[in-house]
């Protein structure tokens, strides 16, 4: 589901961009009609980051070299992608439908070709190595899959229909996900328990990731919180892949920092989950993420314990006090 343009608009004027940049740390000064400072995105040592505050834009005249908006500031900053940027902004999005039958479909036949492609693509295969996802059985298992970019050729026109009402393909045919590795993400209760109802993309060469339109769908590995006490609950669809593909099996991702979706947490009540090991980053937004979190668990009778990642992804851990 698109984003409405006004919506757009509402947030850009919601948030003064020299203003914001400020509050994310990066120290501006005036030079002439625009303010420039040192980029956050490269090391830099000669001021190369240049902010119009009459136009509302930034651009990186060093080794960036790009620029845009608020929205663009925040993919760039924070990694994710223009719906997560509009989250973070404050924004707004018109509640999304389900997805038809018919249109559920086609998207489990998206899935299925994105897995064929997978296992005949090693570049993707390396990623998913390089990200500690590295159990032989782990891809067959949750057939990941990989979006070459040859999915619409394989489609009649009712296919191609059907993926662009679900945002599998845009409104020029172009593939969303294409060049990243692809997670399906399927219904974890109900009639359509086990069918595919949305994906998650991670791009092998670029930081970003992207999910479909609309509100997040689905529950990536609903199994880790049957006939278990206790589930680890990740950041990061990535991290909860390699925790698993390390032996944990009990691990249940949400979607960023704003992603415990009423799905993953009526899924966690009607599996009984006693309790929650919030494993989430080691920085300001992950320990906010995990404050709220447990709150909300809390209110279902789910106590929690949190565990930062020392750095991004899987790399070392530590514990801190209960937050709730």
């Keep these: 589901m698109l984003i409405d343009k006004a919506e757009i608009e509402r947030v850009k004027r919601a948030h003064e961009l020299v203003g914001f940049i400020r509050s994310r740390g990066v120290a501006l000064t005036q030079r002439g009609k625009q303010l420039v400072g040192l980029c956050p ?79 005949a693509t090693p570049a993707a295969q390396d990623y998913l190595r390089s990200r500690g996802i590295t159990a032989p059985e782990f891809a067959t298992s949750f057939r990941l899959g990989y979006a070459d970019g040859t999915l619409a050729e394989k489609l009649p026109a009712e296919g ?36 595919v109802v949305g994906l998650y993309g991670r791009s092998i060469e670029e930081r970003r990731h992207l999910y479909l ?30 925790l698993w593909s390390a032996g944990l099996r009990n691990v249940i991702p949400v979607y960023g920092v704003t992603g415990l979706t009423k799905e993953i947490m009526a899924h966690l009540v009607e599996c009984r989950v006693k309790r929650a090991v919030l494993m989430l980053d080691a920085d300001a937004a992950g320990r906010t993420a995990a404050t709220d979190m447990a709150q909300r668990l809390a209110a279902v009778n ?23």
């Design 160 to 195: 191609r229909r059907a993926l662009r009402r679900v945002g599998v393909l845009t409104g020029s045919g172009r593939e969303l996900l294409r060049g990243c590795v692809v997670f399906p993400l399927v219904a974890a209760g109900g009639a359509n328990s086990g069918h």
């Design 213 to 242: 339109p609309g509100e997040r769908r689905g529950v990536f590995n609903p199994q880790g919180a049957k006939n278990t006490d206790e589930v680890i609950v990740t950041e990061s669809v990535i991290d909860a892949a390699a």
């Design 302 to 324: 789910i106590e929690t314990r949190a565990v930062e990642f020392a750095g991004k992804g899987c790399g070392g851990v530590h514990r801190r006090g209960r937050p709730g």
């Design 41 to 119: 995105f490269h090391e830099d040592h000669e001021p190369s980051l240049v902010v119009d505050a009459k136009k509302q834009l930034w651009n990186c005249l060093g080794a960036c070299r790009e620029g845009g908006d608020v929205y663009r500031f925040v993919m760039k900053a924070d990694g994710v992608d223009f719906r997560e940027a509009h989250r973070r902004l404050g924004g707004h999005e018109a509640e999304s439908k389900s997805v038809a039958v018919e249109d559920q479909q086609w998207l489990k036949r998206a899935a299925d070709h994105y897995h064929a492609r997978l296992l």
